[in-house]
């Protein structure tokens, strides 16, 4: 492990990986607006520096899953891909609980078959507001991996109190939840990840992926922030998110090659004393 990189499960990973969700068409559903512009973003994203990629089968469904195994196949020896499972689409997209042990089986399944792969590196498990059968779920999850069809269980959308009930019970080698500069109620889930050395890795890093008024990248402290540093906010952004610990792994994602290549320079940010308060104050 070096200060750029971190464990996730028994793989070692950079901190900047890439998330896969954006590669598909609006919210997520159908497919992308411009296919070869998808898969020169996942191909530019390794050749930068990427060895963790972010997706899951339900993003299109099965889209970026199929862009991923044709810009990538034969995959790189680095390569760690991470997908969940817990959700499914309907015909017009609308996101569906998906959470029952033999859906949760059916979307590792689907995940391996349309990724060309026989063991995912991590799987996360990811959770609904108000999910009453976690034990269950966790079984299921449990015996994927002792299957070997999973290397690692991950898990999303979770409370501090569903995580350590879960590291009580099995291994855990990630937490996906919701945490930008805006958007902070996770910040004490980071804080137990480090102790317990769980690799955290925040999704809407800069905010919402679903169009919009980004309230984030907007937000005039940062942005004057970002123009005194010479940087994107984004980038700006970003940085301060990798501050908060080792442990943190970013997954920003974008269809942008031009975005891209911002995110992927983050490392070179570095945020002064007078930055940092700025960016603290606009979560207050």
């Known amino acids: 492990m070096t200060d750029d990189t971190f464990p996730l499960g028994d793989r070692s990973v950079r901190r900047i990986g890439f998330g896969a969700m954006q590669l598909a068409g609006p919210g997520a559903f159908g497919p992308p607006r411009d296919r070869d512009s998808a898969l020169d973003v996942l191909r530019k994203a390794v050749e930068l520096g990427v060895n963790h990629i972010d997706t899951a089968q339900y993003y299109g469904p099965d889209v ?113 939840n919701a945490l930008n500069l805006l958007a902070r109620e996770s910040l004490p889930l980071l804080r137990e990840c480090q102790e317990l050395g769980i690799a955290f890795v925040p999704f809407f890093p800069l905010g919402s992926a679903f169009g919009g008024v980004n309230r984030l990248l907007t937000h005039p402290d940062l942005t004057a922030v970002a123009d005194r540093l010479e940087a994107q906010p984004s980038q700006v952004a970003l940085a301060w998110l990798l501050e908060l610990g080792p ?16 995110n992927m320079t983050t490392r070179r940010v570095h945020l002064d004393d007078d930055a940092r308060k700025i960016l603290e104050a606009i979560g207050s």
Not at 88 to 95: H, K, P
């Open 64 to 176: 970026v899953n199929a862009l991923i195994r044709e810009a990538l196949w034969p995959y790189p020896d680095d390569l760690v891909l991470v997908s969940k499972v817990g959700a499914a689409r309907d015909e017009t997209g609308r996101w569906l609980s998906a959470l029952r042990p033999e859906q949760l089986r059916s979307g590792v399944l689907e995940n391996l078959r349309s990724l060309g792969v026989d063991r995912l590196d991590a799987v996360n498990l990811r959770l609904l507001d108000g999910e009453q059968e976690f034990d269950a779920q966790l079984d299921a999850m449990i015996a994927l991996r002792d299957e070997g069809l999973i290397a690692g269980i991950g898990l999303s959308n979770v409370s501090r109190e569903q995580l350590v009930h879960a590291v009580q019970r099995t291994e855990i080698v990630c937490v996906q």
């Open 247 to 262: 442990h943190v792994l970013l997954i920003p994602g974008t269809s942008s090659l031009g975005h891209l290549i911002d």
